[in-house]
């Protein structure tokens, strides 16, 4: 797929000349928090006295690719990281409005970054929330999704087979250590579309031969069976009474030491899993994932706490 970076027009006007950086670490990925455009965010800018809109490129939800300060200067869109990082800003607000990114919006992002890449080599990829205390860029923001760096819908430049629909079942990665590839159609020598961690559960919907057709997290695609062992009618089945039973057991051991607070982990797992769009939050799938369970073992401990 392919993108350009154009430059608003008119021109934005900077308050005064901007520096060029000396070095360059990293990207830091935000959100607008509004549907609004380029020129206003740069009128919001100019407002908090600063030279004018502080990130280095925008992307709006058309696919179109905005110069803010362009490639080479200091931006102010992360405190104390300014110096060496690009400040990328995609319009809308992923936190409290959009749950899913148009796939032209993100496709651009992902050639964004990529041509960011291409000049100044393998630099980090950070949402702007896992450098300071901020909702940026969003719970919904697919972060996860986009530091795989794949187009969605790119299926390798192949046809896709479309194999034999079979009943959803779950499956358990089972690698010696590699994690698993994913390819864009059966066989090794279909093109890799990403890779899922062994242990990660996945739910196959089709197979091909010696292929099953599996999704984990966000990520779909084919994989051979060698590597995929079919969890147990116990857990495959598991009733949302047995669910209720684990949960409870998960929900305490969980819990921090004072016994009122989700641990870290939970907190984390939970803000991932509604990222990935693993669970809209309130029910649990046929089988609980690991991330699943920390949602459910979170919600179980905040009715708790109401009790008590
Ligand atoms: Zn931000």
Redesign the pocket.
């Known amino acids: 797929m392919n993108f350009t970076i154009q430059t608003p027009n008119p021109r934005l006007q900077f308050r005064n000349s901007l520096t060029r950086r000396t070095r360059t670490d990293g990207i830091?990925?935000?959100?607008y928090?509004a549907n609004v455009s380029v020129q206003t965010v740069h009128n919001w800018h100019l407002g908090n006295s600063w030279a004018g809109i502080g990130y280095n490129f925008v992307v709006d939800k058309d696919g179109t690719i905005w110069n803010g300060r362009g490639m080479e200067f200091v931006g102010a869109?992360?405190a104390n990281n300014n110096a060496g990082t690009i400040?990328i800003?995609v319009q809308g607000d992923y936190h409290n409005v959009s749950r899913t990114m148009p796939d032209v919006q993100f496709n651009a992002l992902v050639w964004l970054i990529r041509h960011v890449r291409e000049r100044y080599g393998n630099i980090w990829i950070r949402?702007?929330?896992e450098l300071m205390a901020?909702a940026?860029?969003g719970q919904h923001f697919p972060m996860e999704e986009l530091q795989r760096l794949q187009f969605r819908g790119d299926n390798g430049g192949e046809t896709p087979v479309p194999g034999e629909e079979i009943p959803a079942a779950a499956f358990r990665v089972d690698t010696q250590s590699s994690p698993l590839n994913v390819r864009a159609n059966p066989g090794t020598s279909a093109a890799v579309l990403g890779t899922i961690p062994r242990d990660t559960l996945v739910t196959a919907t089709r197979r091909s031969g010696d292929w099953l057709y599996v999704t984990g997290g966000s990520l779909t695609g084919w994989a051979s069976t060698q590597f995929l062992t079919k969890m147990t009618q116990e857990v495959g089945d598991m009733t949302e009474d047995r669910v209720r039973e684990l949960i409870e057991e998960v929900a305490w051991a969980i819990l921090s030491g004072d016994g009122t607070t989700p641990s870290g982990w939970a907190e984390g797992e939970f803000a991932k899993a509604i990222a990935a769009g693993l669970t809209d939050g309130t029910r649990p799938r046929g089988f609980a994932s690991r991330q699943e369970t920390a949602i459910i073992a979170y919600r179980a401990m905040k009715a708790a706490k109401r009790k008590s």
Not at 28 to 31: A, E, G, S
């Open positions: 830091v990925i935000h959100h928090a869109h992360a400040g800003a949402g702007h929330r901020t940026c860029p």
